[in-house]
């Protein structure tokens, strides 16, 4: 775009505006107690809107929409009126004025506009329509029969690391494993190959690949490909409990397609559930598998039972427990249609463009203090920066906690003793020789099908290794 020269002639626009359009206005004194109503088409005029009418005309009490164009001899002006509680006035027209009738009828057109317009925003603040809520599979197998698929799974990783042939059929029965609804098998698996470095690398990958590009058979036969991509999304909340189910963030879809550039016609689908590192935990993000099938169903993918998850957030939510947590908002995009260094380049503007949306969404079903938006991400790689960053933040808010109650952090030690019911580490901070911790910081690891101890350890060391502060591990001995 290039500015205009002041002097010259600005043409008018092709695009002609609406017929008619409602607005309200300010004066001096704040909002006017009347809206307008603009009708652009001939004869072009404005005049005043209120509601809540009950002038006496001869139509008023008929239940088929009536009105009248009535004249106001102590005002000397014109009033229109219908049995709708609408009232027309203080017209002012830029040409011609219509006649009498001819007004009446292009007021009769503008009041079921008025109406329509309002039916609009009645189904916008309703939302959605409710959608059916699906859930996987979680029943375990028998022990017999959990042994024998979890020896088959072992052995099918160990033959395709020794013969490639034998990769061909593998990555389908690693989905098959995953979509079983006993996460123990391939949980077990993946275990017993730990002296098998090769084959449980190819194992984890092969299962991560089929939930980051899940595919899904459709009725007719025809196949589509997807990505799964993330917005990982942390806010806090003063109280207990949090709840995942949030209908309107289906409300994303448009805006942020367009600002991530995604092609017209690809499919770009929000999932209204938001998942947080317990309830990926929960499942080892194996019911993940699942989330494709049931949106391209047009049903809502429930990771929890929604009835019992319900009553145990409401008594949550009586509590006082100040809580940060870490949450991710799913979307599934069609393979291809969205490089990541397209959506990297484009993210500030994807999140300027959901960020109100999500706030909205959010707050329409569960009460949340301050809310902070990341850039989107392919499935796993929010994950990590979902975590790395919320371990960071907790973290250091507690090191300038104390760095302010000490005046430094000279003579600050760490220590960190793993707690698998948190999937994670509890760093306690204490000046270096005590006994007593002035404080606890939880530090997470990244949820996965096979979650990585020794690289959560890694990346506390390297954090507190930026800040000079020593860092020790505790290690519990079982009796």
Not at 80 to 98: I, K, M, Q, T
Not at 174 to 187: C, E, R, S, W
Request: aromatic share 8%; glycine share 6%; hydrophobic share 45%.
């Amino acid at each position: 775009m290039t500015p205009h020269p002041r002097n010259a002639h600005i043409k008018g626009e092709p695009q002609l505006p609406n017929r008619f359009i409602f607005g309200d206005a300010v004066d001096e004194s704040g909002l006017e107690a009347t809206e307008y109503l603009v009708h652009t088409a001939t004869p072009a005029f404005v005049c005043r809107l209120v509601g809540n009418d009950f002038t006496d005309f001869a139509g008023r009490e008929e239940e088929e929409f009536s009105s009248a164009l009535l004249f106001d001899e102590a005002s000397n002006r014109s009033v229109y009126v219908c049995n709708r509680g609408l009232r027309l006035f203080d017209f002012n027209f830029s040409g011609d004025a219509p006649t009498a009738a001819r007004l009446q009828t292009i007021c009769d057109e503008a009041i079921a506009s008025y109406q329509r317009l309002h039916e609009a925003y009645a189904e916008r603040e309703v939302g959605p329509k409710p959608r059916e809520m699906r859930q996987g599979p979680t029943e375990p197998l028998p022990p017999a029969e959990r042994s024998r698929a979890i020896r088959t799974l072992r052995d099918a990783a160990w033959a395709a690391v020794q013969d490639p042939i034998h990769r061909a059929g593998f990555a389908a029965q690693v989905q098959q494993a995953l979509m079983g609804g006993d996460q123990a098998v391939f949980t077990e698996a993946q275990l017993s190959l730990l002296h098998e470095p090769a084959a449980r690398a190819l194992l984890v990958n092969s299962a991560r690949d089929a939930i980051a590009f899940p595919e899904v058979v459709r009725a007719d036969g025809s196949v589509v490909s997807f990505e799964l991509w993330a917005l990982p999304f942390a806010f806090s909340r003063a109280q207990g409990g949090v709840w995942w189910h949030f209908p309107l963030l289906e409300r994303l879809e448009t805006p942020l397609a367009d600002a991530l550039d995604v092609p017209e016609k690809a499919i770009l689908w929000i999932s209204p559930t938001l998942f947080t590192v317990d309830m990926l935990n929960e499942r080892a993000c194996q019911n993940l598998m699942h989330l494709a099938g049931v949106m391209d169903a047009g049903c809502d993918f429930a990771p929890l039972d929604p009835a019992s998850s319900r009553a145990t957030y409401e008594a949550a939510r009586k509590t006082q427990e100040p809580q940060l947590v870490i949450s991710w908002l799913p979307f599934l995009v069609e393979r291809g249609a969205l490089p990541v260094e397209q959506a990297r380049q484009l993210s500030r503007k994807a999140l300027d463009a959901v960020m109100p949306l999500v706030q909205q969404a959010i707050g329409a079903e569960m009460e949340y203090g301050e809310a902070e938006l990341f850039a989107p991400l392919p499935w796993w790689e929010a994950l990590q920066a979902g975590v790395r960053g919320w371990n960071r933040k907790r973290l250091g808010l507690t090191v300038a906690l104390i760095a302010n109650k000490l005046g430094g952090l000279q003579d600050l030690e760490a220590v960190a003793e793993y707690q698998p019911e948190m999937q994670g580490y509890e760093v306690g901070l204490k000046l270096q020789g005590a006994e007593e911790l002035l404080a606890r910081s939880p530090w997470l690891m990244v949820p996965d099908v096979a979650p990585d101890k020794e690289a959560t350890w890694q990346d506390l060391r390297d954090c507190l290794r930026e800040a000079d502060i020593p860092l020790s591990e505790t290690i519990v001995k079982l009796h």
